[in-house]
């Protein structure tokens, strides 16, 4: 049930901005795993084509991101994860200016800490997918791209915020975001590689490296972010109540929320 909102508050927040490096490494490292055991030279699935290796690949980059949610970390920052998300709860002001620095910086970095672990377990089957950076595919031009990457990131966004508004069905999201993350990977890949996340596609592209197309991951989440927030305010009735994924009222929390929360 909402209760009497809880603003987004500023500091020091070393715990949250951990839980939030961590999570994101999680999740390259259990995504980026699947790019490996999927595509690599040694893949098991050979017999698979490579639709059915992209649903697989994003059922489990998905899933990886949704038991961060879940996990006790997750309960504790919000499991963003992405600087987008962030960005997005940020223009609701369920997030401080401080977190909204402090989780990005905690994003990147823990991106890089990810890859770097994939790149130690998976050696020179990470190599041969070049540590799964994202690039356009074969016949997809850079404007193409970033429009792809803006309309899937505005689909992800805009699924976020509407699941956040409702008490009801807000611990949901993490259940939600599967498939769906899986579905814009299965269709979205041959495109554009989907991203989504510029974190996400910030480790592989500095350690592969292969930078070069790396704006468009930038620029295209970035705007589907404006887009689905765009969209979302036209609803004035409809609020953010969380800026959590997955909101645990055993949790503190130093984000806004108008659930409720363990004192801090």
Request: with cysteine; charged share 10%.
């Given at each position: ?42 893949t098991?699935?050979?017999?698979l ?17 949704s038991l961060v ?7 504790r ?38 890859t ?7 050696g ?6 070049n ?6 595919g ?15 990131t ?51 592209a ?11 991951y930038v ?5 589907g ?35 409720p929360?363990?004192?801090?």
């Open positions: 049930m909402p209760t009497e909102p809880q603003p987004a508050v500023g500091g020091w927040h070393l715990i949250e901005w951990t839980c939030e490096l961590l999570g994101t490494a999680l999740l390259l490292l259990g995504g980026l795993s699947a790019v490996c055991l999927d595509f690599g030279p040694s098991p699935f050979t017999g084509g490579t639709s059915h290796r992209l649903l697989l690949t994003g059922l489990m980059f998905a899933g990886t991101g949610a879940i996990s006790p970390l997750g309960r920052s919000g499991a963003h994860l992405n600087p987008v998300v962030t960005l997005a709860f940020w223009t609701q002001r369920k997030v401080h200016p401080h977190d909204l620095a402090g989780y990005v910086l905690s994003q990147m970095a823990g991106a890089i800490l990810g770097l672990l994939v790149r130690s377990l998976w020179s089957e990470a190599t041969a997918v540590l799964g950076a994202t690039a356009p074969r016949g997809t031009s850079d404007p193409a791209a970033l429009l792809i990457e803006a309309l899937m505005a689909t992800l966004i805009t699924t976020i915020l509407l699941m956040t508004s409702s008490a009801r069905y807000t611990r949901w999201t993490p259940l939600v975001l599967w498939p769906l993350i899986a579905i814009l990977v299965w269709r979205g890949a041959p495109y554009t590689g989907t991203s989504l996340n510029p974190a996400r596609s910030f480790g592989p500095l350690l592969a490296p292969h930078a070069t197309p790396y704006w468009i620029l295209g989440p970035l705007l972010a404006a887009v689905a927030v765009s969209l979302y305010a036209l609803l004035k009735t409809t609020h953010v109540l969380t800026a959590k994924l997955f909101h645990d009222p055993n949790y503190p929390s130093t984000l806004g929320s108008s659930l929360t363990a004192p801090r």
